[in-house]
T-cell receptor
Framework: AQSVTQLDSQVPVFEEAPVELRCNYS??????LFWYVQYPNQGLQLLLK??????LVESINGFEAEFNKSQTSFHLRKPSVHISDTAEYFC?????????????FGQGTTLQVKP | DAGVTQSPTHLIKTRGQHVTLRCSPI?????VSWYQQVLGQGPQFIFQ???????GRGNFPDRFSARQFPNYSSELNVNALLLGDSALYLC????????????FGPGTRLTVL
């Protein structure tokens, strides 16, 4: 069965420090990979995605993630976090051969940015 | 442009009751998916509809059903509510059935007492 594992349930970090949120997936077929962010009492917002091409993808607010096929990973990084980055982050995978948009999500990682 | 909208925002029901949740996709999107997010967990796929037909179903009991209307809006129905159905129900829309990217609404918070 396909699965997504987010290795850290909570990541506390000080403001302006770098952060990495880890995500591993299990799949033997091609995949599309996504990171979504969820602020308190809100829905999910797409942060960035990997569909094909360059394995390094970036978001408009400074986050980046790298697709590593050999490690089956899609870790999310930011070189300097801000208080406003405090939120829940979800990694998700969709099979490239699927004829539906079904997303399989990880359990989520809570990023807590401290002043 | 308006994003995905869902109604109601919050809902409180008692065990055994029935509930209907509604979703309007982004204009031009023909695919609607439903997800259940239990507190402290990631969302789980319930259904996907495209062009008014069911295209995918997750591992949920038959108490859960859905439909899509000609204007591409959708309803999720849950019968015989259980305490465990308490969750945030998220709707996501996309351009196509096998759409690359889905856009999520704010969700409906269902509490079953």
């Amino acid at each position: 069965a396909q699965s997504v594992t987010q290795l850290d349930s909570q990541v506390p970090v000080f403001e302006e420090a770098p952060v990495e949120l880890r995500c591993n997936y299990s799949s033997s077929v091609s995949v599309y990979l996504f990171w979504y962010v969820q602020y308190p009492n809100q829905g999910l917002q797409l942060l960035l995605k990997y569909l094909s091409g360059s394995t390094l993808v970036e978001s408009i607010n400074g986050f980046e993630a790298e697709f590593n096929k050999s490690q089956t990973s899609f870790h999310l990084r930011k070189p300097s976090v801000h208080i406003s980055d405090t939120a829940e982050y979800f990694c998700a995978v969709r099979h490239g051969s699927s004829n539906t948009g079904k997303l399989i999500f990880g359990q989520g990682t809570t990023l807590q940015v401290k002043p | 442009d308006a994003g995905v909208t869902q109604s109601p925002t919050h809902l409180i029901k008692t065990r055994g009751q029935h509930v209907t949740l509604r979703c309007s996709p982004i204009s031009g999107h023909k695919s609607v998916s439903w997800y259940q997010q239990v507190l402290g967990q990631g969302p789980q796929f319930i259904f996907q509809y495209y062009e008014k037909e069911e295209r995918g179903r997750g591992n949920f009991p038959d108490r859960f059903s859905a439909r899509q209307f000609p204007n591409y809006s959708s309803e999720l129905n849950v019968n015989a509510l259980l305490l465990g159905d308490s969750a945030l129900y998220l709707c996501a829309s996309g351009l196509r059935s096998s759409t690359d990217t889905q856009y999520f609404g704010p969700g409906t918070r269902l509490t079953v007492l």
